[in-house]
């Protein structure tokens, strides 16, 4: 079956700590993007790639990065410098403009920073 | 900068229509997306809209008027499963499938 996983769905960290969530889809989607969602509030945009090797900063990137080596792979780093970073994380996948409007997302990642 | 007005909060019954509005003001606009999202999940696609007009999906409908900066998802014949929160989202860019999400309309059905 196709899909988008992420792994792990419950991650816990020490503040301080660089954490590296996974994303992995075999849609054989060009674009791929990775979301923050804090309770109660709609998703907001972290990174997206669009090709292999190209990535672009979304609406709150600081403290964040990420790497696209693969076309089935986007991993985000969650830095000691995100003041903030316990939040539900997703990842999601589309098509390219003209080929579909849709964004599939995975399951999501918890992660919980004390 | 982008901002999306919709209900924080909507209840209805089972079998009933409800309607949930979402208005936009954006740089750039190029379509209205609909996601439902349940408790822990991920959101999943209901219904995109770039033209004017109301699209049709069984028993879920999508409306857009770019003129007035508005859109709405009519649901109909409510089940206890629809249940859940609603996203409306505007792909903002020319070239890219980017979203920008509203807050979500919560959705409750009672029996």
């Known amino acids: 079956d196709g899909g988008i996983t992420q792994s792990p769905k419950y991650l816990f960290r020490k503040e301080g700590q660089n954490v590296t969530l996974s994303c992995e889809q075999n849609?054989?989607?060009?674009?791929m993007y990775w979301y923050r969602q804090d309770p109660g509030q709609g998703l907001r945009l972290i990174y997206y790639s669009q090709i292999v090797n190209d990535f672009q900063k979304g609406d709150i990137a600081e403290g964040y990065s990420v790497s696209r080596e693969k076309k089935e792979s986007f991993p985000l780093t969650v830095t000691s410098a995100q003041k903030n970073p316990t939040a539900f994380y997703l990842c999601?996948?589309?098509?390219?403009?003209?080929?579909?409007?849709?964004?599939?997302f995975g399951p999501g990642t918890r992660l919980t920073v004390t | 900068g982008q901002s999306l007005e919709q209900p924080s909060e909507v209840t209805a019954v089972e079998g009933a229509i409800v309607q949930i509005n979402c208005t936009y003001q954006t740089s750039g606009f190029y379509g209205l997306s609909w996601y439902q999202q349940h408790d822990g999940g991920a959101p999943t696609f209901l219904s995109y809209n770039a033209l004017d007009g109301l699209e049709e999906t069984g028993r879920f409908s999508s409306f857009l008027s770019r003129s007035d900066s508005y859109g709405y998802l009519l649901l109909q014949e409510l089940q206890m499963k629809d249940s859940a929160s609603y996203f409306c989202a505007v792909r903002v860019r020319t070239g890219a499938n980017n979203l920008f999400f509203g807050t979500g309309t919560r959705l409750t059905v009672i029996p």
């Open positions: 849609l054989n989607h060009d674009a």
């Open positions: 999601a996948s589309s098509r390219r403009p003209g080929q579909g409007n849709e964004q599939y």
